[in-house]
């Protein structure tokens, strides 16, 4: 059974720096895209940013310049490292995983169960 297990999720001044972590547990032989996602109270789940296997990165317009998505295919865990953060960066962030192979099977797609991340003073 693999399961994507996130952290970092925090309180953090506007302006402010945090990462998030997200590892796959379990025999994980390899996974071809991970990435972020987030949702706001009373909003729709919006991508973040996705990276794959090979390095190859895509943020989101708004997070542009802003944040930074990076990956570790030996931990097989993704990060998301994010700064200057605003009010309107507050949400839930859900790590998200596609085609992660294992010895046994293939899994389509996981999502972890969210880290929230606040912003305010």
């Known amino acids: 059974q693999v399961q994507l297990v996130e952290s970092g999720g925090s309180l953090v001044q506007p302006g402010g720096s945090l990462i998030l972590s997200c590892a796959a547990s379990?025999?994980?032989?390899?996974?071809?895209?991970m990435g972020w996602y987030r949702q706001a109270p009373g909003k729709e789940r919006e991508l973040v940013a996705i990276i794959t296997s090979d390095g190859s990165a895509n943020l989101a317009d708004s997070m542009k310049g802003r944040f930074t998505i990076s990956r570790d295919n030996a931990k097989n865990t993704v990060y998301l490292q994010m700064n200057s953060l605003k009010p309107e960066d507050t949400a839930v962030y859900y790590c998200?995983?596609?085609?992660?192979?294992?010895?046994?099977?293939?899994?389509?797609?996981?999502w972890g169960q969210g880290t929230l991340v606040t912003v305010s003073s």
């Open positions: 379990g025999r994980v032989f390899s996974i071809n895209t």
């Open positions: 998200n995983a596609r085609e992660i192979r294992t010895l046994l099977r293939t899994y389509l797609e996981l």
